[in-house]
T-cell receptor, first 115, second 112 residues
Framework: DGGITQSPKYLFRKEGQNVTLSCEQN?????MYWYRQDPGQGLRLIYY???????QKGDIAEGYSVSREKKESFPLTVTSAQKNPTAFYLC??????????????FGPGTRLTVL | SQQGEEDPQALSIQEGENATMNCSYK?????LQWYRQNSGRGLVHLIL???NEREKHSGRLRVTLDTSKKSSSLLITASRAADTASYFC????????????WGLGTSLAVNP
């Protein structure tokens, strides 16, 4: 899982509550990403950030929000507007957002369950 | 949006056998990457092949790329039980270097 940490590993939330998932990296990477993975599915991009204080919506941004106030941190908030938030959430980073050949490094993931 | 499609969806083999997984994609790419995911864990990058390359090796892994057919294959030779995982292909599309476009993955089971 490299130098990316996600916390917590498991998270339970009641319907109607917002919850924030943490993602921290010590790899000095410029770009960071949030993905959602549902059972038997590939990864779907929620938000990504190429540089501090800037981020863009991915393919499924509705009901989610992010911030990028520090290079090493990219927290994801799952809001009550997200209709089906139960999923496995993965954070990733890559060295330079402008370099098209970069691989992505992943954290261990957070499994969110809405009760 | 999903672009890559892996084939087969699931594969079960015996230890020592070779495992081949295929990935097809739809648009022109800059590069294609293969990742591995153990159950309930994050993904690990395995290998990257650029659009002007046809074959690449890394240890027991061999990746081929056929841009005319828009397809790639991942071969794992002399498989081990520890190779049991899901394998995903992801592409960086030409003209958009910011995102990886992911396939749905192949689930590989290597039986001891």
């Amino acid at each position: 899982d490299g130098g990316i940490t996600q916390s917590p590993k498991y998270l339970f939330r009641k319907e109607g509550q917002n919850v924030t998932l943490s993602c921290e990296q010590n790899l000095n990477h410029d770009a960071m990403y949030w993905y959602r993975q549902d059972p038997g599915q590939g990864l779907r991009l929620i938000y990504y950030s190429q540089i501090v204080n800037d981020f863009q919506k991915g393919d499924i941004a509705e009901g989610y929000s992010v911030s990028r106030e520090k290079k090493e941190s990219f927290p994801l908030t799952v809001t009550s507007a997200q209709k089906n938030p139960t999923a496995f959430y993965l954070c990733a980073s890559s060295p330079n957002g402008q370099n098209r050949y970069n691989e992505q490094f992943f954290g261990p993931g957070t499994r969110l369950t809405v009760l | 949006s999903q672009q890559g499609e892996e084939d087969p969806q699931a594969l079960s083999i015996q230890e020592g056998e070779n495992a081949t997984m295929n990935c097809s994609y739809k648009t022109s790419i800059n590069n294609l990457q293969w990742y591995r995911q153990n159950s309930g864990r994050g993904l690990v990058h395995l290998i990257l092949i650029r659009s002007n390359e046809r074959e690449k090796h890394s240890g027991r892994l061999r990746v081929t790329l056929d841009t005319s057919k828009k397809s790639s294959s991942l071969l794992i030779t002399a498989s081990r039980a520890a190779d049991t995982a899901s394998y995903f292909c992801a592409t960086v599309n030409a003209g958009n270097n910011r995102k990886l476009i992911w396939g749905l993955g192949t689930s590989l089971a290597v039986n001891p």
